[in-house]
């Protein structure tokens, strides 16, 4: 840091309790957020936390006008939570900011109009970025990491404030998805249920008033909600909304949201093609598609195996697992094609025999009574149409549409 000089180190802090001042006195949004704004490491509030370590004795300034003592419950832990974040302490910057937000709360609360929400927002998303970088220092240290959980906590009290009837009432779902990335960060997904009724059950909340940007990403975590719940057609719905939605040019957030709806689309038969796979990076996916293709249960299994830790943090892998199903029916109907080619009067029976030894093909040994359990579950899920002739360990396949397509809905439980 080069030299600052106590006289320039006043003129930066007052400077800034002007501005913060007249950003209140002006109703400037805009302003007063990139003033709260500690993560964003801006030239201006690093200068600050400077001039605040050479100038000690801020709290006099603020003291000393009542233009800049009506918020001095505010900016003063902000100033400390400038300093602390300026030489690396993130859990006395968590500490602080989390005193200054929660008495910029009650002021928010007074103001009538919504020229605040801006800056809202900024505290909102703050106070959650500071909580995960003290519980890191705290992880570090050995200690148990519980500052996340406080924020969460903190927000919920935010959420209470928007959710009336009011202009604010349009940053509920900002607030709401805030929360959501708390609870997935912190593996308690099962918190997010009674803010969604919040949002989807009042009277006072129409989901198309709300920004674009906070729809899209209520969606995406709602979507991800379904996909955990196993409830396809919904995850289908949410996720395809997040992705058409979705600002084009953030790819990164697409990728997002493809990471989960590809799985889905998979599992209600609808596969993807190479190149958008190729596009966005998903290419962990692209085996799983071909083994879908082609009735290979080994590929399948393979391509399972080698993104295991993948699959399993984004939480999809039970999902692709149960895909086998649908790479049963595949073979079988590849074996049905073969068989129709070659004697087309007995195509639709297939020895069982015959299904043991192409999985033996694929180096996936089962004896006919597995074969014919997996059958008899292809049959019972309406995979395939037909019937067993036990005597003769044949599937007997209907004549007319042997193997129903999905056409968009889940295979059955």
């Not at 195509?347 to 008899?376: P, T, Y």
Request: proline residues 3%; aromatic residues 12%; positive net charge.
């Amino acid at each position: 840091m080069a030299y600052l000089s106590m006289g320039e180190a006043h003129r930066r802090i007052t400077e800034y309790l002007n501005r913060f001042s007249d950003a209140v006195s002006f109703q400037d949004g805009a302003s007063l957020k990139q003033l709260l704004s500690v993560s964003s490491d801006s030239p201006s509030l690093l200068s600050l936390a400077d001039s605040l370590n050479v100038f000690q004795d801020a709290n006099r300034l603020i003291k000393q006008s009542d233009k800049y003592s009506q918020f001095g419950e505010i900016i003063a832990p902000f100033f400390r939570c400038l300093q602390s974040y300026r030489i690396g302490n993130l859990l006395d910057a968590y500490h602080a900011f989390e005193k200054a937000a929660n008495a910029f709360l009650p002021e928010f609360r007074n103001w009538e109009s919504a020229w605040a929400l801006e800056a809202l927002y900024v505290i909102a998303y703050e106070i959650r970025i500071l909580a995960e970088r003290a519980d890191r220092e705290l992880a570090s240290n050995g200690k148990s990491p519980e500052k996340l959980k406080g924020a969460g906590s903190f927000l919920m009290k935010v959420f209470g404030v928007l959710a009336g009837k009011g202009p604010k009432r349009v940053g509920a779902l900002y607030v709401t998805c805030q929360l959501f990335k708390i609870y997935f960060k912190l593996g308690t997904v099962h918190l997010c249920r009674s803010v969604i009724r919040s949002i989807e059950t009042a009277r006072f909340f129409d989901f198309e008033e709300f920004p674009k940007r906070d729809k899209v990403t209520y969606m995406y975590y709602t979507g991800r909600l379904e996909v955990f719940n196993e409830n396809f057609p919904a995850a289908d719905h949410k996720l395809s909304y997040a992705l058409m939605h979705c600002n084009p040019h953030h790819e990164a957030n697409i990728r997002m949201i493809l990471k989960y709806l590809i799985p889905v689309k998979l599992s209600i038969g609808i596969l993807p093609e190479d190149q958008l796979l190729e596009k966005y990076g998903l290419v962990e996916y692209s085996n799983v598609v071909q083994a879908l293709k082609r009735g290979d249960l080994r590929l399948l299994r393979q391509a399972l195996q080698e993104h295991e830790d993948r699959f399993l943090r984004s939480g999809v892998f039970l999902v692709l697992e149960k895909l086998e199903l649908q790479v049963y029916q595949r073979l079988l109907k590849k074996i049905y094609i073969i068989q129709k080619q070659r004697d087309p009067s007995k195509a639709h029976q297939i020895k069982l025999e015959v299904i043991v030894k192409a999985l033996k093909w694929l180096e996936i040994d089962m004896d006919l009574d597995e074969v014919e359990c997996i059958v008899a579950i292809l049959i019972y899920k309406n995979l395939v149409k037909g019937y067993f002739a036990h005597k003769s360990k044949v599937v007997v396949l209907s004549k007319q549409d042997p193997f129903p397509k999905l056409n968009a809905k889940p295979v059955n439980s």
